[in-house]
């Protein structure tokens, strides 16, 4: 079993930038894949970035390459989400999820979510 928290949200102005942390308790695995998603109002949940545990490959959508940064800290058991140049457009609810078979598609384990608010 696996449980995640979030932290590091809040409100920042356009062109600001805000770091996420995903706190991971519970045994975690090579073959894991941890992501970050985000979910405006309105909108369905978007996976804007993962990583794989073992090897360190990274996946970005492509709204927000070269903005943000997905890593993750084994010793620590964390991963971090580094949002630079933030946009409006990036305010959401940003959650920190889980695919223990490393698809990219079969996410498992979920956070409560951490808020983030950009204004123009």
């Known amino acids: 079993q696996v449980q995640l928290a979030e932290s590091g949200g809040g409100l920042v102005q356009a062109g600001g930038s805000l770091r996420l942390s995903c706190a991971v308790s519970g045994r975690t695995f090579s073959s894991y894949v941890m992501a970050w998603f985000r979910q405006a109002p309105g909108k369905e949940r978007e996976l804007i970035a993962d990583i794989k545990w073992g090897s360190g490959s990274t996946y970005y959508a492509y709204s927000v390459k070269g903005r943000f940064t997905i890593s993750r800290d084994n010793a620590k058991n964390t991963v971090n989400l580094q949002m630079n140049s933030l946009k409006p457009e990036d305010t959401a609810v940003y959650y920190c999820?889980?695919?223990?078979?490393?698809?990219?598609?079969?996410?498992?384990?979920w956070g409560q979510g951490t808020q983030v608010t950009v204004s123009s």
């Open positions: 999820a889980a695919d223990p078979r490393g698809f990219r598609n079969r996410f498992d384990y």
